[in-house]
């Protein structure tokens, strides 16, 4: 191998680390009350929801509002999910408990309701069907946490004045 082709195969090598990854919904996602969900925010439009998340995901058909499912293995409930209206992200949710999600205050799904009161103090308690959420309301962005079987099973945020059930 002569000394051109080695500087092109260097050449190739830099431009291949130099791309980026396919974004893809992450395997442990972080939920940052208030802001985001794994890098997701409320008011998003569609093509940044896709260049964070990656362009597979499924269209629900029988939702009120266009939502869109990111599920780790199609078929199969563990994922994430937005809502959108208008285009942009009134709601964003994770779907089916997925693990490795957290809160940078170290809450993770699967822990007990009082870790949330323990973490963000006494929050609102708002029934949905078969499960409930509580709320933590804030200005511009509500947090929500979902609890189903008094185990932390889903983490979401949401537009004030929004129902958080899904």
């Known amino acids: 191998m002569g000394p051109r082709t080695a500087g092109a195969l260097t050449l190739v090598a830099g431009l291949v680390l130099a791309l980026p990854a396919s974004a893809a919904l992450p395997n442990r996602g972080d939920f940052v009350p ?11 439009n569609k093509g940044q ?11 629900c058909r029988g939702c009120a509002q266009t939502t869109w ?5 199609p078929f199969t409930p563990q994922g994430a999910g937005v809502v959108l209206r ?21 809450l993770k799904l699967g822990d007990a309701p009082s870790e949330v009161s323990r973490l963000y103090g006494s929050l609102d308690r708002r029934a ?16 929500v946490f979902y609890v189903f079987r008094d185990k932390l099973w889903g983490f979401g945020l949401t537009l004030p004045k929004a129902s958080p059930c899904l």
């Open 34 to 44: 208030g802001k985001s969900l794994g890098g997701v925010r409320i008011g998003m």
């Open 86 to 106: 208008k285009g942009r992200v009134v709601h964003v949710f994770t779907v089916w408990r997925p693990s490795g999600w957290q809160t940078p205050d170290g």
């Open 69 to 73: 499912y990111f599920n780790y293995v």
């Open 128 to 143: 949905c069907t078969g499960y409930y959420a509580l709320l933590k309301p804030g200005t511009h962005v509500n947090s």
């Open 49 to 59: 929801v896709l260049e964070s998340w990656g362009h597979r995901h499924g269209v």
